[in-house]
């Protein structure tokens, strides 16, 4: 499984858009990128999940350039709900297998 | 919307003594997964299972853990003989898809486990 990296920890402002981004030097031809949000005694909770361009939903985007070895998860407009711990995860075995989560982004919204 | 439920919420338990975690997964869910998380630290990858037996492992799950599928609705992970450092938040996941394109996994809200 593809090893990533994050920024520990990243503050914002209530209304501001944050980007968290994510390293992943040696992904792999058939490896995915997803991102999961923790609150504090919690689960961790799905958030979105992209290949490869820009993927969207209802809570956030996902920006994958052509090469994939990074990505960038996008959040709009933040709240103080917001605050939390944001994973990205590498594999294709986010579906079925062995997943592995990395440290994290802890990331504090202001108001 | 369906979710995955785990009991107890909360558990103490006396080091040496056998504990069983349960969990019910969504229901047309095909895949089962046990993580830990100790207090401040990241979310540990236990063991996955699907089709009625373990698909991966992690070191951590040697063989004091064990997990079965009892009835079509459960999904219960043992810790034979707890010890100090079981301590940790253990939460159950489940999904539906099959691992070749990436997929969703839906946590449950987690079996906090303390043994003294």
């Known amino acids: 499984l593809a090893k990533t990296t994050q920024p520990i920890s990243m503050d914002s402002y209530e209304g501001q858009e944050v980007n968290i981004t994510c390293s992943h030097n040696?992904?792999?031809?058939?490896?995915?990128i997803t991102w999961y949000q923790q609150f504090p005694s919690q689960g961790p909770r799905f958030i979105i999940q992209?290949?490869?361009t820009k993927v969207t939903n209802e809570v956030a985007s996902l920006f994958i350039p052509a090469d994939r070895k990074s990505s960038t998860l996008s959040l709009p407009r933040v709240s103080l709900s917001d605050t939390a711990v944001y994973y990205c995860?590498?594999?294709?075995?986010?579906?079925?297998?062995?997943?592995?989560f990395g440290a994290g982004t802890r990331l504090f919204v202001k108001a | 919307e369906p979710e995955v439920t785990q009991t107890p919420s909360h558990q103490v338990t006396q080091m040496g003594q056998e504990v069983i975690l349960r969990c019910v997964p969504i229901?047309?869910?095909?895949?089962f997964y046990w993580y830990r998380q100790i207090l401040g630290q990241k979310v540990e990858f236990l063991v996955s299972?699907?089709?009625?037996?373990?698909?991966?492992k992690s070191e951590i799950f040697d063989d004091q853990f064990s997990v079965e599928r009892p009835d079509g609705s459960n999904f219960t992970l043992k810790i034979r003989s707890t010890k100090l450092e079981d301590s940790a938040m253990y939460f159950c996941?489940?999904?539906?898809?099959?691992?070749?394109?990436?997929?969703?996994?839906?946590f449950g809200p987690g079996t906090r486990l303390t043994v003294l």
């Open positions: 996941a489940s999904s539906d898809h099959d691992g070749t394109g990436g997929g969703e996994q839906f």
């Open positions: 040696n992904i792999a031809t058939n490896d995915y």
């Open positions: 992209g290949y490869k």
């Open positions: 995860l590498v594999g294709i075995s986010t579906g079925g297998f062995k997943t592995i």
């Open positions: 229901s047309n869910h095909l895949y």
């Open positions: 299972f699907y089709n009625n037996e373990i698909s991966e």
